[in-house]
């Protein structure tokens, strides 16, 4: 197990060291899972799901899911408006 150095921007950014995003083949845009465990800070990445898992969908089944969202939106809207909770 190797062991690096890195050091806490004062925007909270880490610099992953080159060997190790060339052993793990980190790129730009690779998203990373922030884990803590104890005082440990564990990156991963996060494993991207295969194509196949995907289907098409069509404008019955999309069109269908966006009525379904705004209307629960509308009900948390009107909830939060009920109790008189200020947003934004």
């Given at each position: ?49 295969p ?28 909830l939060?408006?009920d ?6």
């Amino acid at each position: 197990m190797s062991s690096f150095k890195t050091v806490v921007s004062t925007k909270g950014q880490v610099v992953i060291p080159k060997e190790v995003r060339e052993r793990l083949g980190l790129v730009p845009g690779t998203v990373l899972r922030v884990k803590v465990e104890g005082k440990r800070v564990v990156l991963e990445p996060v494993e991207e799901p295969p194509e196949e898992v995907f289907v098409e969908a069509g404008p019955r089944i999309v069109e269908e899911a966006l009525r379904e969202a705004k209307s629960l939106s509308d009900k948390a809207a009107k909830l939060l408006e009920d109790l008189e909770v200020k947003l934004g």
